[in-house]
């Protein structure tokens, strides 16, 4: 048996140019081990693929357990005022009802359809912590634990970001229904941060990360100590400046906006990952570009939410870096996150430049180099000699594409694919999707259809 397998790609997607008649050799560990337009040596067997292989996408935000509730909070009835305070409220309920099964098989079934969209690393910003009681499991981390185990069943790679959550809001005790979320003091979440770290043992492609909320959660020397303490590799998230309200109570509470807190009492650089940052004033704006802070957005999620739009035009002149989560998983298409974050800063400006030269391209490259630093690995190139080998196959018969040239390929896929163009998604150099269908999809989907129904919201 050959030690490295082969693939022939139409083309493939490097940062600068797509390499056409591609061929990518993968080694037993997954990672590429020859990258070339000219052919390996005679008598190796070549997987021929009739399609244009795009890096693979980094999910660098997601709450799993959210999925459950996807389409659930859209009735709104007249007279009454719905925005992100009351879907919290169905959110708060659909988070006291899965318990450690539940909550896996949502996962197991969210990180499938994450690869098929062609997502093959997502960071898991999980604070659904406890029991229904707001006890712990005797394993800390069991909650965490099954997050892992669906990603491996899944074959997507995790990032767990295990969360501390400690307030109901600024200077606030926590409510009874956050109550599966809370770490009281920094000493517990690293407790739990610990436990965390022997969960993604059990899992090569685990990883972890750490956590903050938001600064509404946890009281700020808290927040201070906790960056402090951790090991200087490790990526940190946080929510910040995702709703006007919260930008006015953080003020109300200490004379600060939220992202002026941050800069001035936390030391950011370009391991932190600030998720939303949606409402920033131009000194915010100027500093945090300035700080090497990536900003994590999550358009659809954002837009569901009535949040407010990223300044991101402005921000990327600025030399500011940003990724892509799908945060509350009303959309999973990273295509459609790229069209929205163009097509919002083209509403509000009237102009059609939102970025300079190839968006399509640009956006690419920019959701996997920032994407992967959330991750804590590699950044890299796209594709690289010694990286894993992870990319969304895009079908060349598809019908704009057989006919498009290769000039124009990466904004006709960014604009107009939909996932009906897609032959699937390779992980590690395997074939885990294949025309829209996960190799494990149908014991997957029996999990979670039992699950759902156990839940009994939908
Ligand atoms: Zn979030």
Redesign the pocket.
């Known amino acids: 048996m050959q030690s490295v397998k082969y693939f022939k790609f139409k083309a493939l997607l490097l940062n600068d140019h797509w390499l056409s008649n591609a061929y990518v050799g993968v080694d037993i560990n997954g990672n590429v081990a020859y990258l070339s337009a000219t052919p390996p040596s005679a008598g190796f067997s070549v997987d021929v693929v009739d399609g244009f292989a795009l890096p693979g996408f980094q999910n660098a ?1 997601s ?1 799993a357990f959210q999925y459950a509730m996807a389409g659930l909070a859209e009735n709104h009835p007249a007279g009454t005022r719905d925005d992100f305070w009351s879907w919290r409220e169905a959110m708060y309920q659909c988070a006291l009802s899965v318990d450690p099964e539940q909550a896996e098989a949502i996962a197991t079934m969210l990180y499938s359809e994450m690869v098929r969209h062609g997502y093959t690393h997502v960071a898991e ?1 999980h604070y659904l912590h406890h029991d229904k009681d707001g006890g712990h499991y005797s394993n800390m981390a069991e909650m965490g634990a099954r997050m892992v185990a669906a990603a491996k069943t899944a074959c997507i790679k995790i990032t767990l970001v295990p969360v501390f959550y400690q307030k109901g809001t600024f200077g606030q005790d926590p409510q009874p229904r956050q109550r599966r979320f809370i770490s009281k003091s920094v000493d517990e979440y690293f407790k739990l941060f610990e436990a965390s770290k022997e969960v993604i043992k059990y899992y090569d492609g685990a990883s972890i990360a750490f956590s903050i909320h938001s600064l509404r959660a946890v009281d700020f020397n808290d927040i201070v100590t906790t960056v402090e303490s951790m090991p200087a590799d490790l990526p940190f998230h946080i ?1 910040v400046a995702e709703q006007k309200k919260e930008v006015k109570d953080c003020f109300d509470h200490c004379g600060q906006r939220p992202m002026q807190w941050l800069l001035n009492n936390l030391p950011a650089n370009e391991r932190f990952h600030l ?1 939303h940052s949606t409402h920033l004033d131009d000194d915010e704006l100027g500093r945090l570009a300035k700080s090497g802070a990536r900003v994590v957005l ?1 358009p659809s999620t954002e837009g569901n939410l009535g949040d407010g739009i990223f300044r991101m035009k402005e921000y990327v002149k600025l030399g500011g870096r940003w990724s892509i989560g799908t ?1 509350s998983h009303i959309g999973i298409n990273p295509l459609e996150e790229f069209r929205m974050i163009d097509y919002r800063q083209r509403l509000v400006t009237n102009e059609r430049n939102t970025f300079d030269g190839d968006a399509a391209h640009y956006m690419i490259n920019e959701e996997v180099q920032s994407g992967r630093k959330a991750m804590g690995i590699s950044a890299g190139n796209n594709f690289e000699i010694g990286l894993p080998f992870d990319a969304l196959v895009i079908d060349a018969k598809a019908p704009l594409l057989s006919s498009t040239s290769i000039h124009n390929l990466t904004s006709t896929i960014v604009y107009s694919a939909d996932t009906n163009y897609s032959l699937g998604t390779i992980v590690n150099g395997n074939w885990i999707v294949k025309r829209n269908r996960h190799i494990a999809s149908q014991s997957i989907r029996t999990q979670f259809q039992s699950a759902v129904s156990q839940i009994n919201n939908r």
């Open positions: 935000h709450h910003f929510h998720v999550c945060d």
